[in-house]
């Protein structure tokens, strides 16, 4: 009914950046918070960002100074600009969407299926 297609992933340099996509497509009616999360090897998944749909972001310590999520509501399509990569920043970045599907206007909430993020030298 509703995908989330990803995009921006790879392979940056400690202190590079990266800006990552994420463009929800189907039967949308409306789309509410759309967040960023990503994991790394051996650990759980952590929020890195979420957004209102009148554009209110949260944090966590570790990316808030760094990271910026932004949206674009007429184009149903998420945006993580990443600055000033560490290693630790190593992880799949997934995008997460809470959506009203058209028609039956039923809550539900989307994963991506999520791009790799890898800051090495």
């Known amino acids: 009914q509703v995908q989330l297609l990803e995009s921006g992933g790879g392979l940056v340099q400690p202190g590079g950046s990266l800006r990552l996509s994420c463009a929800a497509s189907g039967s949308i009616f409306n789309i509410y918070d759309m967040g960023w999360y990503r994991q790394a090897p051996g650990k759980e998944r952590e929020l890195v960002a979420t957004?209102?749909?009148?554009?209110?972001?949260n944090y966590p310590d570790s990316v808030k100074g760094r990271f910026t999520i932004s949206r674009d509501n007429a184009a149903n399509t998420v945006y993580l600009q990443m600055n000033s990569l560490k290693p630790e920043d190593t992880a799949v970045y997934y995008c997460?969407?809470?959506?009203?599907?058209?028609?039956?206007?039923?809550?539900?909430?989307?994963w991506g299926q999520g791009t790799l993020v890898t800051v090495s030298s």
């Open positions: 997460n969407s809470r959506v009203i599907v058209a028609g039956t206007f039923n809550y539900l909430e989307v």
């Open positions: 957004i209102t749909r009148g554009g209110n972001s």
